[in-house]
């Protein structure tokens, strides 16, 4: 597994790289204009389309492979994710609110455990002055 999650981060770096050259390589849609006022050149290397054509396709395959490995990527984190709470490590559980007979009492009554020691004195639906 290691192998294969290496394999498919090198290919990541390079098709990353890849896409963001030929991104910078592109020409913009108003770069068209002054190809057609005698810039005739630029279409001699690509054949009669220009490089457009065929930088987008090439942009077009490596941002899907690049997904893909996103995507492979996410999977061997996601199955090392499965490995680790397997091995025996600890998952951390929520505690209700609700205390339990457990709990030390703060003035020795199991009835008030958990609750601080004015809480049972004050009616629950009074206001505390303010002075």
Do not use: C
């Amino acid at each position: 597994m290691e192998l294969f999650e290496t394999l498919i981060v090198i290919v990541h770096v390079i098709v990353a790289a890849g896409v963001i050259g030929l991104v910078l390589i592109q020409q913009g849609k108003g770069a068209d204009m002054g190809a057609s006022f005698g810039g005739g050149a630029s279409q001699t290397v690509f054949g009669s389309g220009g490089s457009g054509s065929f930088l987008t396709k090439m942009t077009t395959t490596l941002a899907i492979v690049f997904f893909l490995s996103s995507f492979a990527l996410a999977y061997v984190a996601k199955q090392k994710a499965g490995q680790v709470t397997a091995n025996g490590v600890p998952v951390v559980e929520t505690v209700s609110g609700s205390s339990s007979e457990s709990e030390p009492s703060i003035d020795g009554d199991p009835a008030n455990a958990g609750e601080p020691q004015g809480a049972s004195e004050a009616p629950s639906d009074s206001k505390p002055e303010l002075e």
